[in-house]
């Protein structure tokens, strides 16, 4: 989204079509593009999205999903790293939501 911006593909966050065409099911993916040229990491490009576009975490967590499961990795890698990421997402969400067990489902 950083790039959209610099390259004045986007005017501002604000206008970024990524939530919208999330919501009408189309398959997203967040990038850091060049991080070198556009001076942000994955991690901004993550914040950003929940900060500015208001993403909820579930949302990020499919579009992260999306960004695996899209990448050049074989299927098998693809699948281990998935399970990977949920496991470690669920362990980070524990302790500090422990009475919202049915939320962290979607995990």
Same mark, same amino acid.
């Given at each position: 989204?950083?790039?959209?911006?610099?390259?004045?593909?986007?005017?501002? #966050?604000?206008?970024?079509?990524?939530?919208?065409?999330?919501?009408?099911? $189309? %398959? $997203?993916?967040?990038?850091? @593009? @060049?991080?070198? $040229? +556009?001076?942000?990491?994955?991690? @901004?490009?993550?914040?950003?999205?929940?900060?500015?576009?208001?993403? +909820?975490?579930? &949302?990020?967590?499919? %579009? %992260?999903?999306?960004?695996?499961?899209?990448? !050049?990795?074989?299927?098998?890698?693809? %699948?281990?790293? #998935?399970? &990977? !990421?949920?496991?470690?997402?669920?362990?980070?969400?524990?302790? !500090? !939501?422990?009475?919202?067990?049915?939320?962290?489902?979607?995990?």
């Amino acid at each position: 989204m950083t790039s959209n911006i610099q390259t004045g593909a986007v005017r501002e #966050l604000e206008s970024h079509p990524l939530l919208a065409l999330y919501r009408l099911g $189309v %398959i $997203v993916t967040l990038n850091s @593009d @060049d991080p070198g $040229v +556009s001076n942000t990491t994955l991690t @901004d490009e993550y914040l950003l999205a929940l900060r500015g576009l208001k993403l +909820s975490q579930e &949302e990020l967590t499919d %579009i %992260i999903c999306n960004g695996i499961l899209g990448s !050049f990795l074989p299927v098998g890698e693809k %699948i281990e790293l #998935l399970k &990977e !990421f949920k496991r470690e997402l669920k362990q980070l969400h524990m302790p !500090f !939501f422990p009475e919202q067990k049915e939320v962290l489902q979607w995990l």
